[in-house]
């Protein structure tokens, strides 16, 4: 029943973004209600962007192990911050203003996927070793962030800090609004062509058979996706299993395989699990630690889950 | 490559960690001093390190059988990270000894869980288990991060955690011939390990005692990169690309590549220590970070090159 799935998946949304905005609530409401709206948009875009990314993304490499984060996007994100502060200075890097900086550090991120994204396409038959390449990637693009950070001045760092940790305290107020703005119309797009993405799931043979031209299609959705990590990335930081974690239950509830049902609900599930896991980090167990970490490891956990469930074939 | 150049090379290498440094070597008492109590050690830290380690990564690799497994991603390196923070939070005032015990046994157990975990994967997956050794790997480490970040341990984690030899004196690094011993007892049993790398079956054939040679093997994995971690901190990609190596230079009979594979190992960490030293002199780079981009670059050759389809 994919309405139910829908409907129920709306529900928990509308649940834990209650609870959210109102839980442990004292002082005055106007203020309160202003500055907790901010943070519940905040989490619900970034769920909707990372939800977003990584199906379209699976779709198109046609796997269920593979997610933008995994395979480095991330990390791309932050080396390319991390440059830009070094070969700009802190100064320079921060007279730019929000965004510029994000129009620039995205139009890197989509060259650079595009290559990358090439290669992937160029080497479709060997899944694992892809999978392997884009880890151990991500790592030597860390460990040359590391290197350039080490190299920056102490109090120009700050600006590098800010995006090499998954975090979720200060968001930046005109950043947000280019997000969401970014997030609503990438949606739409990519809601627009949940039918050629159900054609493209059947694989390259039978979607070239429908008519779907797929290298361009492919192409194009992947820098839907590249701007959609962009996005989450810059307001949060690197999240690396959530995306994986949102896809699996995600066709694990949906009893269906038509992205227009999809899409909406991995959004769904995705920004109904960050508010509720924040709510209940922030009220309810009031712990300081990023709620990012938890879910990491839930994300990991379910990729072992996935991997040790699958039978020989 | 013969032992002799790469043994030529090796000593290149320490005669240039020996003098090169944030401060001036000079002919005199002072410049003896230097080496004696600063140098000497590093050097001899970074090539017990290295040989250590690499002799841990071919062995994890052929307890695994699978070439692109190390222990410092599988969930070993890790798991002694997370021993030592309990150890922190629990008894901050145990001797470093008991630290490094604590350590070993995390790294040990959770060794055991990776091995028990490759065993189930379809065996004509052999990527697949890097895979899953990263993830279990990454999952210990979000448990130390969400430990450490809880208790503003993250800073403490982080510096202890990235391999760096810049602390290493006289007194403060002699742990490590520890792991030099556990390599030299893999080397005594070289002949079981090569027969246990071609798996079960066949060693049970040849007479071997395969729980046998695979506890010993767990154990000189798990002292070799707990003592590391605790002393030094986490050198990425050396038990994952030295073995490499070594095997196609002098093939998978250990008791003949095991000199060259030590030599490898301990050259790579040296010179890599040695281009943390020169980059941004007089400051350092932490050697963590340049085997970090160093190793994953060999690795990516290793992994794309034509040779990797016999993996």
Redesign the interface.
């Given at each position: 029943m994919p309405s139910r799935a829908l409907i129920l998946a709306g529900a928990a949304y509308a649940a834990s973004a209650l609870a959210f905005l109102t839980l442990g609530a004292r002082g005055d409401w106007g203020f309160l209600l202003l500055f907790r709206g901010e943070k519940l948009l905040a989490l619900s875009t970034v769920g909707a962007a990372v939800a977003l990314s990584t199906l379209v993304f699976q779709t198109i490499t046609g796997n269920r192990i593979l997610t933008p984060a995994i395979m480095g996007f991330d990390a791309l994100y932050v080396m390319i911050q991390t440059a830009l502060v070094f070969l700009l200075g802190g100064v320079g890097f921060a007279s730019l203003g929000a965004l510029p900086v994000f129009a620039l550090e995205t139009a890197l991120m989509v060259a650079a996927a595009t290559g990358l994204f090439t290669f992937v396409m160029g080497r479709g038959d060997d899944m694992n070793r892809l999978v392997l390449t884009g880890i151990v990637f991500g790592i030597l693009l860390r460990s040359l962030s590391a290197l350039m950070a080490r190299m920056i001045d102490p109090s120009e760092y700050a600006y590098v800090q800010a995006a090499s940790y998954a975090r979720f305290t200060n968001v930046d107020g005109d950043l947000l609004w280019i997000a969401v703005a970014v997030v609503l119309a990438v949606g739409a797009l990519v809601l627009a062509q949940a039918r050629r993405l159900d054609v493209l799931a059947l694989g390259r043979a039978t979607a070239l058979t429908l008519g779907v031209a797929h290298e361009r299609a492919a192409r194009r959705l992947m820098w839907l996706v590249t701007l959609l990590v962009a996005v989450s990335t810059a307001l949060v930081g690197p999240i690396v299993f959530f995306g994986l974690l949102v896809s699996a239950v995600t066709y694990q509830i949906a009893g269906t395989w038509r992205h227009a049902v999809l899409l909406p609900l991995s959004a769904l599930i995705a920004a109904a699990l960050l508010v509720a896991s924040q709510t209940l980090f922030e009220r309810v167990l009031s712990l300081q630690s990023s709620v990012f970490v938890v879910i990491e490891a839930l994300g990991g956990l379910v990729f072992l889950y996935l991997v040790l469930r699958r039978t020989p074939r | 490559m013969s032992h002799r150049s790469l043994f030529a090379g090796l000593a290149l290498l320490i005669g240039a960690s020996l003098l090169i440094g944030a401060g001036e070597v000079r002919a005199d008492g002072d410049g003896l001093w230097l080496i004696a109590v600063s140098r000497a050690p590093r050097t001899a830290a970074a090539l017990l390190a290295g040989a250590a380690l690499a002799v841990a990564g071919v062995i994890m690799q052929m307890l695994a059988r699978n070439r692109?497994v190390e222990p410092a991603t599988v969930g070993t390196g890790p798991a002694a990270g997370l021993g030592l923070v309990a150890m922190t939070l629990l008894a901050p005032a145990a001797p470093l000894w008991l630290k490094m015990l604590a350590a070993t046994l995390a790294a040990l157990a959770a060794t055991a869980v990776f091995l028990l975990?490759v065993r189930?994967?379809?065996?004509?997956?052999?990527?697949?288990v890097?895979?899953?050794g990263?993830?279990?790997g990454?999952?210990l480490g979000?448990?130390t991060?969400?430990v450490a970040?809880?208790n503003d341990l993250l800073q403490y984690i982080d510096i202890w955690m990235t391999g760096e030899f810049s602390g290493v004196m006289l007194g403060r690094y002699e742990f490590l011939w520890l792991a030099g011993g556990a390599a030299l007892l893999a080397y005594a049993y070289a002949n079981r390990f090569t027969i246990a790398g071609m798996g079960e079956e066949m060693s049970r054939t040849l007479g071997l005692s395969y729980g046998q040679v695979m506890a010993l093997g767990l154990g000189i994995v798990s002292v070799v990169t707990a003592v590391t971690v605790v002393t030094v901190g986490m050198l990425?990609f050396v038990g994952l690309v030295v073995p490499n190596i070594a095997s196609r230079l002098r093939g998978d009979n250990l008791r003949q590549s095991l000199p060259a594979l030590a030599a490898l190992g301990a050259g790579l960490v040296l010179g890599c220590d040695i281009l943390g030293r020169v980059i941004?002199h007089p400051?350092e780079?932490?050697v963590g970070?340049?085997l970090?981009?160093i190793g994953?670059?060999v690795?990516?050759w290793l992994?794309?090159s034509p040779r990797a389809h016999a993996v």
């Open positions: - | 692109f975990m189930r994967l379809p065996p004509r997956d052999p990527l697949l890097p895979l899953t990263i993830v279990f990454g999952i979000a448990v991060t969400f970040y809880e990425p941004w400051y780079m932490p970070t340049v970090g981009v994953a670059g690795f990516l992994l794309h």
